[in-house]
């Protein structure tokens, strides 16, 4: 016999005492992450609560009173992550949702980011959100009168006019490492990362295998991923690249016709006009849980599942890993299409905090979500509740390949796949995200779980032994069916 990556330890794993374990006082204390990886849950009122250090991953464990409490990170250029101390925590309405104005930037749970490379003294309100545009209490009144709209959303640029593709500059700046030739040894991304966590050993291992999923060219031969080139195929078929006239990258190719422009401008004005209709209609009711999904959605496939985590931790595992080579993907993807947040084009949309300084396309929020619902209907066990169900069929089933066809939007008889969409959605109604961008994201999502060999009769094109290895101990924690 042969010794393979299976056989050996993840360090870190669930329950194993290493790093701390899984649930004691190191990666997610208590629980799966209570005051922990991301305080009080999956990234509780942010992407990384007080930054991906305070009372998170180096609290309580990995480093307390070390190398980021008390010593390397408090009171100098790390004070609860990078960046200056806030003058107050957030006040009003959100506060219970959001929690305090944190700092740092963070690329998300189990693939996130943390300061130990010194990005000096930046604030944030959340992951990648400058401060300055944290949460403030607009009114959702549009009674029209006194000569004024109550928003100016008929106000609106050219999509083509100077700079309005996304710029480098306009990158976070502990984010814009993005914008170079993608290092597949993910250096800058594990700067302070658990290196013994099975989810980041998947993503570490994804990324080895990038000429399979990478975004554009590679190193300027020609080269186009698989991944990428049934991306801009099933997406030019679904219509959501038409903002971008002869398909020019972010913006109209130089050879664009006046009525490919013309075209494309008419797309992004549907888009448009959806999103001022969801701020109109949805905005105010859905404040409060898109709120909360801003920075975490782990815990509500937790809720959907009625799930404890620390008696499941491989499947809570499972989601980490989801979450992590998501993050990988989206942003090496929306490096590459550069396309600018609704707010830019329609001012008038005033999101209530935000947008993250990253492009639009393709919605992380929809990537991730839909990744998570479809790594977790590998399950079977999980399935039969949550999966896809058949006209009168007692239980539901994992989806297939041409279940997962459908268009965005359109329901798929699936509690866990419903979930994702309502998470994605979210961003549409906060004027975050253009409908086209939510799609993109479940697109993307579902080109990467046929490549990992999750969906049904596909064979792996990316061999991921880190994530087989979570998804067998996963399934076994439902194999007795209860629930």
């Not at 003294?121 to 401060?131: D, L, M, S």
């Not at 620390?310 to 989801?322: D, H, K, Q, Y």
Request: glycine share 12%; proline share 8%.
């Amino acid at each position: 016999m042969s010794w393979t990556a299976q056989n050996f330890s993840i360090l870190g794993s669930p329950n194993v005492g290493a790093h701390g374990a899984w649930n004691v006082g190191a990666h997610n204390v208590g629980a799966y992450n209570v005051g922990a990886h991301n305080v009080g849950a999956y990234n509780v009122g942010a992407h990384n609560v007080g930054a991906h250090n305070v009372g998170a991953h180096n609290v309580g464990a990995f480093n307390v009173g070390a190398h980021n409490v008390g010593a390397h990170n408090v009171g100098a250029t790390n004070v609860g992550a990078t960046g200056a101390p806030l003058e107050a925590p957030l006040q009003g309405p959100l506060a219970p949702v959001i929690g305090a104005v944190t700092l740092g930037t963070g690329a998300g749970s189990a693939g996130g980011r943390g300061f130990l490379g010194g990005y000096g003294a930046i604030a944030r309100f959340e992951y990648a959100t400058p401060v300055g545009l944290s949460p403030l209490p607009w009114s959702a009144d549009f009674t029209v009168g006194e000569g004024w709209p109550p928003y100016p959303v008929e106000h609106r640029l050219d999509p083509f006019g100077p700079l309005l593709a996304w710029q480098a500059a306009d990158w976070d700046p502990a984010l814009r490492f993005w914008t170079l030739p993608f290092d597949p040894q993910l250096t800058e991304w594990l700067q302070d990362l658990n290196l013994g966590d099975p989810s980041i050993m998947a993503a570490r291992e994804f990324a080895g295998q990038h000429r399979q999923w990478l975004a554009g060219t590679d190193g300027g031969n020609g080269y186009v991923s698989p991944l990428h080139a049934e991306l801009e195929a099933d997406a030019a078929g679904e219509g959501l690249f038409a903002w971008r006239p002869g398909r020019g990258g972010s913006g109209p190719a130089p050879d664009a016709s006046v009525q490919a422009r013309a075209d494309a401008r008419a797309a992004i004005d549907r888009d448009l006009i959806q999103l001022v209709d969801l701020m109109r209609d949805d905005r105010a009711r859905y404040l409060e849980e898109t709120a909360m999904q801003s920075g975490q959605i782990a815990p509500y496939f937790i809720h959907l599942l009625r799930m404890d985590p620390s008696a499941r931790p491989w499947t809570v595992a499972l989601m980490n890993c989801a979450s992590a080579i998501g993050n990988l993907v989206k942003m090496q993807y929306k490096a590459h299409y550069r396309r600018v947040r609704p707010s830019t084009l329609c001012p008038g949309l005033v999101p209530p905090w935000g947008p993250p300084r990253h492009p639009a396309f393709p919605s992380g929020h929809s990537t991730v979500a839909h990744l998570t619902a479809m790594f977790l209907l590998s399950v079977p066990g999980i399935a039969r509740q949550l999966g896809i169900f058949e006209p009168g069929a007692p239980r539901g089933r994992a989806p297939r390949r041409q279940d997962m066809a459908a268009a965005y939007g359109v329901d798929q008889r699936s509690p866990m796949l419903w979930l994702a969409w309502r998470i994605a959605k979210g961003r549409e109604r906060l004027g975050l995200h253009y409908p086209t961008d939510s799609a993109a994201g479940r697109r993307l999502a579902v080109l990467l779980w046929q490549a990992l060999g999750l969906a049904e009769g596909h064979a792996a094109s990316i061999t991921v032994p880190a994530l087989d290895q979570v998804r067998r101990m996963a399934q076994a924690e439902w194999a007795d069916g209860a629930v």
